[in-house]
């Protein structure tokens, strides 16, 4: 199969996709046709089917695996697929692997990186809670390691949620021995758990949208009711220190316009909201440079950061 990431203006294309959403619509001359997103591991791409009543195209499904021939467009400077045929493929037909994207790091080496955090915490409340959820709770793991950590804009894969996870971990490891003032334990407890309600509110691959539950409360308020109730089964846990915990998780996206009910008032909840930023900026450039293929002049403006963006030329 050619990915779609390897498609260019001008091609015909035959292969199998996944489709990812499928929509009717009308043009404006109240003709109707077919609006779908087509995805493979490298990336989306979005299909038209201007004529779904002829021959050749045949019944399908969002999320279904589809066979489709057509040419490559561009419209509006972002390519696009003109399908002539479809069809529903069979499921010996192609390998899942080859449509969902996945993080290149071994889940496995992430985990074990993952744990030598968590047993680095000494504060025995924390740590109880921590080995909770990350050790016992295999079911929460399992999700914990097969999640993306958004939508789409950065970790749009799975296993984006532990990675993730893990670099905004290391951020805060290293400031918490750059800066005194941060207590460590409660700062990489924070880090750990900050995103654990994306496992709720966004839906596994090959979905991976929002969930009922993440378009009513969002991540940060089902992480801090997660958090709160792991802590009533931890033995004597601080009410204070819970406290504290929860209101790095609200506060960690920094402000109220970006979805945190509180700005942050701790000294680890600054921390966690830098290293939360720091991580999803740059990855969301190492998607965007990634996608560009090596290219070295300038992109165009980029709305995430106001800015014309570019590759840094050979030194």
Known sequence: MRFLNELHEGDRVSGIY???????????????????????????MDGKIWDPNSLGIDDFDALDYIEIMGDVTSFAGAMQLNIKRVRKAAEDEYNPADYLPVSENSTDDMYRQLLAMINSVKNPHLSGLLKKLFV?????????????????????????LMEHTLSVTRLCDYMAGAYPLLKRDLLITAALLHDVGKTKEL???????????GQLLGHIVIGAQMIHDLAKEIPDFPQDLENQLV????????????GS??????????????????????????????????????LGFNRIFESNLRRTGDM
């Open 18 to 44: 996944l489709c990812k959403q499928k929509q009717a619509a009308v043009t404006k001359n109240g003709k109707p046709y077919e609006s779908i997103i087509l995805q493979d591991k490298t990336g989306m």
């Open 247 to 258: 209101h790095c998780i609200l506060a960690h996206h920094g402000e109220l316009e970006y």
């Open 203 to 213: 839906s596994p691959f090959p979905l991976n949208d929002y969930t009922d539950a």
């Open 261 to 298: 009910p509180k700005k942050p008032a701790l000294a680890e909840a600054v921390a966690l909201n830098l290293a939360d930023n720091t991580d999803a900026r740059m990855e969301t450039l190492t998607e965007i440079f990634a996608a560009d293929k090596g290219k070295k002049e300038w």
């Open 136 to 160: 016992e709770d295999k079911e929460f793991l399992k999700s914990f390691e097969e999640h993306s950590a958004a939508k789409t804009v950065h970790h749009g894969f799975i296993g984006g």
